[in-house]
């Protein structure tokens, strides 16, 4: 008998998998019911954080307001670091930003839309614990551009209306300005 390795896989998994390749594409498959959260997680999410900043931008150059929503990302999430990448992870602006994060980020966006493909889920946004108390916090946006994604690095994750305030902003900074 073998001993199963990393890649090894069971007849009942391949059985439980082959479906979701044979579904037709667009069409979801079933997600399980999601997990009880431990009760010190409701506790901390009925929290209500503070009001976030408003956002201004009082220049229509769109590297002043990279620069802006940067700076105001890391004030109003009180962040060790931001950054915005391209789908290539490619820095396009970054304060305090380590290259690995950076790097990360293409097969982040690429697993992210493979998520959307396959499981037609909402997969622009989310979090990833990187190292004891730091969390990878991450927003999406597409412009006729290309692909785009904050990073953010923080103690915690930030919670899905602040994930969701974000990216708002996020697809607000990089929205090309209507000249009169």
């Known amino acids: 008998m073998t001993h199963p390795s990393l890649s090894w896989t069971s007849r009942a998994e391949v059985a439980r ?7 037709p594409v667009g069409v979801a498959a079933p997600s399980p019911p999601p997990a009880a959260l431990p009760v010190a997680q409701v506790a901390a999410a009925a929290e209500t954080p ?5 956002l201004t931008f009082p220049s229509s150059q769109l590297f002043d307001r990279v620069r802006l929503y940067c700076e105001w990302a890391q004030r109003a999430f009180a962040a060790s670091s ?5 789908e290539h992870g490619l820095m396009v602006h970054g ?7 950076v790097a ?3 097969p982040l966006l690429f697993a992210m839309q493979q998520v959307r493909t396959t499981l037609g889920a909402d997969a622009s946004r989310g979090a990833v614990a990187v190292r004891a108390g730091e969390v990878l916090n991450f927003a999406e946006t597409v412009t006729r551009h290309g692909r785009y994604c904050v990073g953010l690095l923080h103690s915690d ?3 899905e209306e602040r994930l969701e305030r974000l990216q708002i902003e996020l697809a607000r900074t990089l929205e090309e300005p209507q000249y009169a």
């Open 17 to 23: 998998l082959l479906p979701l390749l044979t579904a």
């Open 50 to 54: 503070p009001a976030l900043p408003e």
């Open 82 to 86: 931001v950054f915005l990448s391209d």
């Open 95 to 101: 304060v305090s930003a380590e290259p690995t994060y």
């Open 104 to 106: 990360v980020m293409a």
């Open 157 to 159: 994750f930030l919670g």
